[in-house]
């Protein structure tokens, strides 16, 4: 019988496109694609003293729920320890933030970016990676910096520098 509804997504334990970014691996459980750009979700693996740098989305939403682990988030508006079982929102309107794993093992969180897009960024600058599988971060020079914040730009973000939000 058929029928013009969508059907569920479904995604095995292993399922999902892998990707190493800045260290961590990244699961895109559901991207852009499948949900006609309304939202992706990614769970993203984050290994000890590990982290995304300082960036600001002024379009999009982007939440996160600690399901292991323990991270700093950081923003112009001060930082907050998200333990697990936390949830952190970041709102539309290009607020500069981070997070960082500040416990001894791997963090587990769940991102949920409304509407999608970030997946695609993702895409372009990470690695594709086994499931466990830690590649390192890739080294950053003045002309990868300078590379990678052109590639944000073209997905509506702003890479600042690390120690942006200690110099406010």
């Known amino acids: 019988m058929g029928t013009s509804k969508p059907i569920p997504v479904t995604v095995e334990p292993t399922g999902g496109e892998i990707l190493s970014v800045a260290g961590g691996n990244y699961r895109i459980l559901v991207s852009g694609k499948q949900t006609n750009g309304a939202f992706s979700t990614i769970e993203m693996l984050v290994p000890p003293q590990n982290g995304p740098g300082p960036h600001s989305h002024a379009d999009f939403y982007e939440s996160f729920y600690i399901i292991d682990g323990e991270v700093e988030v950081h923003s112009e508006a001060g930082s907050y320890a998200a333990k697990k079982g936390s949830f952190v929102v ?3 309107g290009g607020i500069v933030h981070y997070f960082k ?15 999608a897009g970030l997946e ?12 466990g599988e830690l590649l390192p971060p890739p080294a950053m020079n003045a002309e990868s910096i300078k590379n990678l914040q052109a590639i944000a730009l073209k997905y509506g973000q ?5 120690n942006f939000l200690d110099q406010k």
Do not use: R
């Open 90 to 92: 970041v709102p539309k």
């Open 158 to 162: 702003v890479v600042y520098p690390p």
């Open 120 to 131: 695609e960024f993702f895409e372009e600058i990470g690695e594709p990676a086994a499931a």
């Open 101 to 115: 794993n500040v416990s001894d093992k791997m963090a587990q969180l769940l991102c949920t970016v409304v509407p």
